[in-house]
């Protein structure tokens, strides 16, 4: 019967309040935190990847990338490696500590991917933003 698909829709929206108990989590689409100082281009990769995953945060710099990572632990990061504060690979690693095994795709990353991200692209593709994000969580 529809029974159903109002515990669906509950459980979606459950799902959002996830990080405030880790250990309860629920089933739903891969969380999602946007690291980018560029707000155009943020808001781009929000409207596009809300389709299939749950953004749960934009920042701007690292500070609020680390405490919003710590708030929301994402499933994954999209960590803009031109952020001005701080060098990717450092900011990555501070992440990495703040939310054990979360995949962190570096954009705009001259050397490919190390210890400090899960994949890197030198620029921005929504699209294979997108397809990475599949893949890794």
Known sequence: GDGGGMQM?????DSRLRHRNS??????PARVLIVDDNEAVADLLRMMLESDFEVVGIAE???????GSVETEPDAIVLNCGIH???AEHLARWLRDA???VRIIAVGAT???????DATMERLSVSMVASLLQELV
């Open 61 to 67: 710099n690292g500070p609020q990338a680390i405490l």
């Open 85 to 87: 504060d701080m060098s």
């Open 23 to 28: 250990k309860i989590r629920l089933d739903g």
């Open 111 to 117: 050397n490919g991917p190390g210890k400090w991200a």
């Open 99 to 101: 939310v054990p095994g």
């Open 9 to 13: 829709a509950a459980l979606r929206m």
